[in-house]
């Protein structure tokens, strides 16, 4: 019994300076509160603005991809609830060209801990989780107006979508930051990627032309994080690409985004060479 009690003890002071490090920011970000209050406020608004443009295009067209009004608000909400807790968990690796412009990078390579673990754990945004409350709300309300055959089934689906598509979604920021090696100054390429496969997750997917079901359903699979499970939760076919039987492979999307993030991360720290100050 000494043996599991150890390796916990280990595990746990292996973790304790990341947690040291998101507790500091946890309290520096509560010091100044108006500001605070204010970014959490604009956060919430960012959130109410995405919905409203969905909220429009459904209100005047009774379906749209073989969607209606009801299915959209599931759609939105599965899609913009994994994007934005993996926003929240990954998002701040966006300040990544920044800080291999400046050299500031360099500090975190003399340190004794893996870099990527280091950045992630380096801050946590509070504010954006203003905007992942409203995309829960969003969700709970579709969830509730769309008639689902309620089982054990739809449940787990539910459950390994959001775990999949957080991990999707939290792969295309690692992937993006790995670029950012290379790239520098390409922030808006990749955000292209990241935020703009965030817009494409909110749309039915069969609305798009075939070379964008492949680009959105396979190379950069976030159709899989909303529309794909969508279908499949209301009991609808989906286009040829994408049936609705494929929502149960959301976990091996997410795996194939961190294949290639994984592989973007460890070229993309090879290639470094330092700031150069």
């Not at 295309?172 to 494409?200: H, K, M, P, R, W």
Request: proline share 6%; hydrophobic share 55%; aromatic share 12%.
């Amino acid at each position: 019994m000494a043996e599991p009690d150890s390796a916990r003890v280990v595990a746990g002071t292996w973790f304790t300076p990341y947690l040291a490090v998101l507790r500091s920011r946890v309290k520096a970000q509560q010091v100044y509160r108006l500001s605070f209050a204010t970014e959490v406020f604009s956060a919430f608004l960012i959130g109410l603005v995405e919905f409203a443009e969905v909220w429009v295009i459904f209100h005047n067209v009774k379906t749209l991809g073989g969607l209606d009004v009801d299915a959209a608000l599931l759609l939105f909400g599965l899609s913009n609830t994994s994007f934005a807790l993996a926003q929240v968990a990954v998002g701040h690796l966006d300040s990544l060209p920044s800080m291999i412009r400046m050299g500031t990078l360099d500090a975190y390579h003399l340190r004794p801990q893996p870099l990527l673990l280091q950045l992630v754990t380096s801050d946590i945004s509070l504010r954006r989780l203003a905007r992942a409350a409203v995309a829960v709300i969003v969700l709970g309300i579709g969830l509730w107006r769309n008639d689902i055959d309620w089982g054990i089934a739809p449940v787990t689906l539910i459950v390994i979508t959001l775990i999949s598509g957080i991990a999707l979604f939290c792969g295309l920021f690692v992937c993006a930051a790995g670029l950012q090696f290379f790239l520098i100054d390409g922030a808006e390429l990749t955000n292209s990627f990241t935020y703009g496969g965030s817009f494409a997750a909110m749309q039915p997917a069969s609305v798009f032309p075939t070379p964008l079901k492949l680009l959105f359903g396979f190379a950069i699979p976030v159709a899989f994080t909303a529309y794909v499970p969508t279908i499949a939760l209301l009991g609808l076919p989906g286009p040829p690409l994408l049936p609705a039987w494929s929502a149960w492979l959301t976990p091996l999307a997410a795996a194939w985004v961190w294949l290639l993030a994984s592989a973007a991360w460890r070229v993309g720290t090879r290639h470094y060479q330092g700031g150069g100050g």
